[in-house]
């Protein structure tokens, strides 16, 4: 009853909108039909046919999805009933036993069909309620829970390659030769330098309208190479909104012919790796408290990561080590190393956080194909609990 009085309003807003009743004055219309009017607005508002993308991740971390066409309006993700899948197509289940089930997680607005179409980010179970293998969220979500109190922030920093299928190389490879060394192309403008820039300025799009929180992109190091940063985010959020960013990217991709490639080294040779650094904080490393400042805070964190190196690098994503050389702004993939604005460290504190005593750090280490939920809740683990 209560929403029904907000659609009552919401519908006499449209009306003013409409200047209905400029017309009820000039042609002095019958309010008993403007309030017939009103109703049948809210009966379309409330029974709007929606198309809901249902999105989750497959057997090899890929991104799948599936629509279905709900007869309500879908605000929230409680509108939502779970769903189901053929397993045994994504390398989830056996052909016998083949359902798993998808529990809607976390809604965005459709950016692709518009109007009130919705997308819902899916984790998956065993039809007995067990989650598979590769559902960490669920492992996350109970890591966070355990200690809301603390406001743990994210910004990841998705970095990632954009491949011609006639080529199978980056944009900006010519098919037969290399092109011109590395140095040019990051932050770049002009078509020697930037390639691809459609698919990532319609990206940037598709995510603000999706109502992700996306916090910026620029042009990598390589040719072809793309990096978009989500967050601030809190906790699971950083998750939902990291898969759903990129199922977007690879349908905007899809549109232009493109293929996105998130493995961390997926060029040999003098060319940068692709990572996703993790930039972090919690309420005390953000403000301090009566008794220490963030940075204390912030360099307690650091003391105990520094005593699970290989724990964190084993769920920081798989070729990891392919592009943690050392060189090209990273750390050596064995060993645990921190600095105050080294690009070459495994975690690095901006100088602004130095300076103020309080603010975030950045854990350079997470490969481009790790899974957010594992790196968000083992550096919670770790840190926090
Ligand atoms: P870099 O200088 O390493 O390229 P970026 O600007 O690409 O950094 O990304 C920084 C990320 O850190 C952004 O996603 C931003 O939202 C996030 N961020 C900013 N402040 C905080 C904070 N206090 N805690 C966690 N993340 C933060
Ligand atoms: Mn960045
Ligand atoms: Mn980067
Ligand atoms: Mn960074």
């Known amino acids: ?55 989750w991740i497959g057997g090899n971390n890929e991104l799948r999805s599936k629509t279905r066409v709900c007869e309500k309006n879908i605000n929230y993700v409680s509108d939502l009933s779970s769903w189901n899948y053929d397993g045994s197509s994504t390398g989830q289940a056996s052909g016998g036993d083949s359902e798993v089930i998808i529990r809607p997680c976390a809604l965005f607005n459709d950016p692709f069909r518009g109007e009130n179409h919705k997308m819902v980010m899916c984790d998956t179970y065993t039809p007995t309620g067990e989650p598979l293998s590769n559902n960490n969220r669920l492992w996350a979500k109970n890591i966070f829970d355990q200690a809301l109190g ?8 998705q970095e990632y390659f954009l491949i011609d299928p006639n080529t199978n190389k980056p944009l900006g490879f010519p098919e037969d030769k290399d092109p011109p060394p590395q140095g040019q192309y990051y932050c770049s403008a002009g078509a020697n330098n930037a390639f691809g820039r459609d698919v990532a300025e319609e990206h940037l799009m598709a995510c603000v309208n999706a109502g992700i929180k996306i916090s910026g992109i620029n042009a990598e190091v390589a040719p072809g190479q793309w990096e978009f940063q989500i967050g601030p985010c809190t906790g699971i959020e950083e998750g939902d909104h990291m898969w759903m960013a990129r199922y977007l990217l690879d349908r905007v991709a899809e549109k232009h012919n493109v293929i996105v490639d998130l493995e961390p080294k997926p060029v040999k040779g003098d060319w940068n790796g692709s ?4 930039n972090y904080s919690t ?14 805070y912030i360099n307690d964190a650091i003391e105990k990561l520094s005593h699970k190196h290989m724990e964190h690098m084993n769920v920081y994503g798989s070729g990891n080590e392919q592009r943690m050389t050392g060189a090209h702004e990273t750390a050596s993939f064995d060993t645990f190393s921190d600095g105050v604005a080294n690009r070459g460290a495994s975690i690095r504190r901006g100088n602004e956080t130095v300076a103020n005593g309080c603010g975030y750090f ?17 550096l919670f683990e770790t840190t926090i609990l």
């Open 275 to 278: 990572g996703c650094h993790t």
């Open 150 to 157: 603390e406001e743990p922030w994210f910004g990841l920093e």
């Open 362 to 378: 950045e854990d350079r280490r997470p490969s481009s194909n790790c899974d957010p939920y594992l790196v968000t809740g083992k």
């Open 1 to 55: 009853m209560f929403s029904y009085f907000i659609l009552k309003k919401k519908a006499l807003n449209y009306l003013l909108k409409m200047y209905i009743f400029k017309y009820i004055l000039i042609y002095k219309i019958n309010f008993k039909y403007i309030y017939i009017y009103i109703n049948i607005y809210i009966y379309i508002y409330i029974y709007m046919t929606t198309l809901v993308e249902y999105v």
């Open 283 to 296: 309420k005390n490393m953000r403000l301090g408290t009566d008794v220490r400042t963030g940075l204390d």
